[in-house]
């Protein structure tokens, strides 16, 4: 089996860098990480990845005049490693267009809500306080505008009439680790497809079931 190859680029904890590297480990997974790549020396995610034997590189974004140059660094790092697919997991950097662009249907990002509700930070803050009685995680084919492209696979997770964001965010960071690893094995089984729908992008994806329930909160 020829693995698709990853490069994953982190700024801190890495916890979904690790649900990667775990599913990676299993036999049948069909992706192989090629390179950890961190903006930041101190993320804790690049001791997982040494943990886990997997080629590492620091780019440090304050030793750069620019985005520009800094981009330009990341892209050579990543093409250098042969990754042909780019997974963002909490890279706090925003990427310039042309960046973008060059990755386009080949760069991936979790965010900690149901996209497009909720697009930058403090998610869970924001979703408590709009009183959701659900939030859940996206994983999404990157465009320009931050935290928006094309939606590859959402968790829908209930919030509690106790939650806090800490309580949420734990509960939701759980789906995040089932959802990136299925979102990166659905597109190295080259069953993700970026179509053009009414106008709109639209990320579509084959040999899936329809999911099996409704789901309702409060459960009364
Ligand atoms: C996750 O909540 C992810 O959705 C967001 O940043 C966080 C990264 O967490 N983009 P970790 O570094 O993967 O633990």
Request: hydrophobic letters at 50%.
């Amino acid at each position: 089996m020829e693995r698709l190859k990853i490069a994953v680029l982190i700024s801190g904890r890495g916890s979904n860098l690790q649900a990667l590297i775990d599913a990676c480990a299993q036999p049948d997974f069909p992706a192989a990480i090629a390179l950890v790549l961190s903006n930041r020396p101190d993320a804790f995610g690049l001791a997982r990845a040494r943990q886990a034997g997997l080629p590492t590189r620091v780019i440090d974004h304050k030793a750069f005049a620019d985005r520009i140059a800094f981009d330009a660094e990341l892209d050579t790092a990543i093409t250098g490693s042969g990754a042909r697919l780019v997974c963002l997991a909490g890279f706090m950097r925003l990427l310039t267009a042309s960046f973008v662009e060059r990755w386009r249907d080949r760069m991936i990002n979790i965010h900690p809500s149901l996209l497009p509700a909720f697009p930058g930070l403090h998610t869970h803050e924001r979703a408590i306080a709009a009183g959701c009685r659900f939030s859940g995680c996206t994983v999404h084919f990157v465009r320009s505008e931050m935290d928006a492209g094309p939606i590859i696979v959402q968790a829908a997770v209930p919030t509690h009439p106790d939650d806090d964001a800490e309580r949420l965010a734990a509960r939701i960071l759980q789906a995040e680790h089932r959802i990136y690893p299925m979102a990166v094995r659905l597109i190295a089984e080259g069953r993700v497809h970026v179509e053009l729908v009414d106008g709109a992008e639209r990320a579509v994806v084959s040999g899936a079931a329809a999911p099996r329930a409704t789901l309702f909160n409060p459960d009364a």
